[in-house]
C-alpha cells in the first residue's frame, strides 16, 4: 500500500449511505436484516439522514414563525432540549440572524 493514494476517491471521507442502498426503505431493510455489519451501518446512514431532515423542518418551521415550543411538541420533546440542539445551528446557516 506504501501510503499513497491511489485515487481522489481514496481522499473522500466515506459514504454514510452503505452500497448503493440511498432510499431511506433499502436502508430500513438493511437495518433489520441479519448481517450486522450491513445492518448497523444502514441504521448509522438513517441517523444522518433523520438528523438532516430534522435539521431542515426546523429550519422550515422556524422561518414560518413557529415556537419552540410548537416545534418540541410535534417531536415529542422538550422545548429546552429542542432549542438547545437546533438554535446555535439556525444562527449559523442563517448568517447570524
Not at 11 to 23: F, G, H, L, N
Not at 30 to 42: C, Q, S, Y
Not at 72 to 90: F, I, P
Amino acid at each position: 500500500m506504501g501510503g499513497v493514494l491511489s485515487t481522489s476517491v481514496d481522499r473522500k471521507s466515506p459514504s454514510t449511505y452503505i452500497d448503493d442502498m440511498t432510499e431511506p426503505d433499502a436502508l430500513a431493510a438493511a437495518a433489520a436484516g441479519e448481517d450486522p455489519d450491513v445492518g448497523l451501518r444502514a441504521v448509522r446512514a438513517l441517523r444522518v439522514l433523520l438528523e438532516r431532515l430534522e435539521e431542515l423542518q426546523i429550519d422550515s418551521a422556524r422561518r414560518q414563525g413557529w415556537s419552540w415550543q410548537e416545534i418540541a411538541e410535534r417531536l415529542g420533546v422538550s422545548r429546552q432540549a429542542v432549542h438547545k440542539k437546533h438554535a446555535a445551528g439556525l444562527g449559523l446557516r442563517r448568517g447570524g440572524k
